[in-house]
């Protein structure tokens, strides 16, 4: 990445020239880069990252002013925003296969939620997730984990979706399957990083 202090023979620029280059600016600073055209593989570390992340991004909102100020020191080292430093220092968590934690740095500290008890319906191209609580409950989410093998592994690589815990049961709805057996293990988690016991495998296939 260059960084320039005139692009384009002016006070700024932006937007792509020639289908080579990106002009654009950060925190005040312009630069110019090659652009790229990303080819948005749906590999299983991409979809698990995608889905924390969005997670991630989603909550930033809902928590309490004195929450999102604990980030604030954490930002200024790097001289980035809180959420990004809220989204940065999960991610960084999450590749570790660690939970999501609201305050900095994560506790850890909490009871670990007892395994939920899932029942799966069938739909066309969908499968629904209904996910009622265990005798420990999750004070934050429910971690969703796929594979079309059975016997897998969760790991960050198999995420496919957090769904946050408002009610009980918890209701999912994993769309745009195919007609085969898809095998799913689910996993509550606490607001300081506190994962819970995983369910044992539960199986459906869309019609």
Request: glycine share 10%.
């Amino acid at each position: 990445m260059v960084k320039l202090k005139a692009p384009m023979m002016s006070l700024g620029a932006s937007g792509s020239i020639g289908g080579a280059v990106v002009f654009s600016s950060a925190k005040g600073r312009a630069y110019a880069r090659q652009l790229v055209i990303p080819s948005n593989p749906k590999s299983g570390p991409q979809v698990g990252i995608r889905a924390m992340m969005k997670f991630l991004s989603q909550e930033w909102t809902g928590l309490s002013g004195v929450q999102k100020a604990d980030w604030d020191t954490r930002a200024a080292q790097t001289n980035i925003s809180a959420f990004n430093a809220f989204v940065a220092y999960n991610l960084v968590r999450w590749r570790s296969f660690l939970g999501p934690s609201k305050l900095d740095p994560a506790t850890v500290v909490a009871v670990a939620p007892a395994a939920p008890t899932t029942t799966v319906t069938a739909g066309v191209r969908q499968l629904g997730l209904s996910i009622a609580d265990g005798a420990q409950l999750p004070d934050w989410g429910w971690m969703i984990f796929r594979s079309l093998t059975t016997g897998f592994t969760p790991a960050y690589s198999n995420l496919v979706a957090i769904a946050v815990k408002t009610a009980t049961p918890t209701l999912y709805v994993d769309a745009g399957l195919t007609a085969v057996a898809h095998y799913y293990r689910i996993k509550g988690f606490m607001i300081d990083g506190k994962l819970g016991t995983l369910e044992a495998e539960k199986t459906g296939t869309p019609t």
